[in-house]
């Protein structure tokens, strides 16, 4: 693989400002010797329904957790979607992800009694059906940089992931007999839920369908000018507050994480790691408390670098939030997102909860760890069932 496609990603200008992930002029089209990495959890809403939305968040994460070990991390652009993922990847890691996905799979189905659908599509396909991925980068803090995603091909690789004809099976990846052995190594669920007692925790999906004029980008800028009038977005809104934040020691609460990382291992092991994995947050609570600094960490930092390493801000063909608020803005902003539909400009999903949860890829304590929010009691997983019988909608307004 050549070396400009190598370092892609990674060498693309940085973007300041959250708005800007609506202008097409940012960004660039992925090398045609990439793939794509599409994942989803079948009939995550019923799981959800049944209070395991916690299993589908960790098990929805672990595909990206197992990619990004395999090489730079930083040169891997990925989305979370809650029950899902989106992860580009480059030529030589197609192999080694096609095991890692079927791994993913075997531990969804005997773990968490889950099933993750799994896809490795190729860029050039996408351009073949006009569908090219096109991608910008976001400094979201300043050790937090993410990708953002435009145009339909995010869309497209769902709809071939989900897709049961037989000339799409050649994407798919099913899963193996005999899994291999997965480095999940940073991948953590050890927070309780963040709750906020006076204001509401808001998942909203916003897309603004390709209409007859085919503007869409002007349709996202007023909707995040909306939220910044009526919220205060950007950071005036993120559901992880620092102050709010606590360690989860429970055993129940901690199984999550120890089903995925000790996959394949005896119940000895499995006590061992969650015995590990207390002892770990005991220190942790208290280097914290304390404000503890030591050689490698900064522990009086941890939990503010947390909450702005958070990707509560997201862009990958549709615009992507967790904020909080109160009840009389998020009503406001629905009266105004219904005005917005009944004009055909764009679907909507919202789903209102009182906290938010958060799945972690802790690689080094101090600064260099990625957290995924996501409303409690499946936030995501919830908003998109809104917005997928809204799109029906615009669909059949826009073929009349």
């Known amino acids: 693989m050549c070396r400009q496609s190598a370092h892609f990603y990674k060498e693309l200008p940085l973007l300041d400002d959250f708005s800007a992930a609506s202008d097409i002029d940012h960004y660039h089209e992925m090398p045609s010797d990439w793939y794509i990495v599409a994942t989803d959890i079948v009939n995550s809403t019923a799981a959800v329904r049944d209070k395991n939305y916690k299993s589908v968040n960790i098990l929805g994460a672990s595909p990206i957790a197992a990619i990004l070990n395999l090489t730079d991390r930083n040169s891997i652009p990925f ?10 990847i480059p030529p030589e890691l197609v192999d080694s992800c096609r095991e890692i996905l079927s791994a993913c799979r075997n531990i969804g189905f005997k773990s968490y009694g889950l099933e993750l659908r799994a896809a490795i599509i190729p860029v050039s396909y996408l351009n073949e059906m006009d569908k090219p991925l096109k991608i910008a980068r976001f400094k979201a803090s300043d050790n937090f940089v993410r990708a953002l995603f435009m145009d339909e091909a995010i869309a497209y690789s769902d709809y071939l992931l989900k897709c049961d004809d037989k000339k799409y099976e050649q994407f798919h990846v099913l899963e193996a007999e005999h899994s291999p052995q997965v480095n999940f190594e940073g991948l953590e669920c050890r927070w309780k839920e963040v709750r906020h007692s006076d204001k509401e925790v808001i998942t909203l999906l916003v897309y603004a369908k390709p209409g007859r004029d085919g503007d869409t980008a002007s349709v996202y800028t007023e909707v995040i000018q909306k939220l910044r009038d009526l919220f205060g977005f950007d950071f005036g809104t993120n559901p992880i507050d620092p102050a709010a934040l606590s360690m989860n020691f429970s055993i129940s609460e901690l199984m999550g994480e120890t089903k995925l990382r000790t996959f394949g291992m005896g119940l000895i092991e499995r006590w061992k790691y969650i015995i590990k994995t207390q002892m770990e947050i005991l220190t942790g609570k208290v280097f914290m408390r304390l404000g503890y600094r030591s050689s490698k960490t900064d ?48 679907a909507y999903g919202i789903h209102v909860t009182d906290a938010a949860m958060v799945t972690c890829m802790v690689f080094e304590y101090h600064r260099d760890h990625i957290h995924f929010v996501d409303g409690s009691n499946g936030g995501y997983v919830m908003a998109s069932k809104q917005l997928k019988e809204q799109i029906k909608v615009l669909d059949e307004t826009l073929q009349d």
């Open 79 to 88: 989305v979370f979607g809650g029950d899902g993922a989106f992860i580009c």
């Open 299 to 346: 522990w009086s930092r941890y939990k503010s670098d947390l909450s702005l390493n958070s990707d509560y801000r997201k862009f990958d063909d549709m615009l992507r939030v967790v904020i909080t608020g109160k009840t009389e803005q998020r009503k406001t902003l629905e009266k105004y997102l219904d005005g917005l539909f009944e004009a055909s400009k764009l």
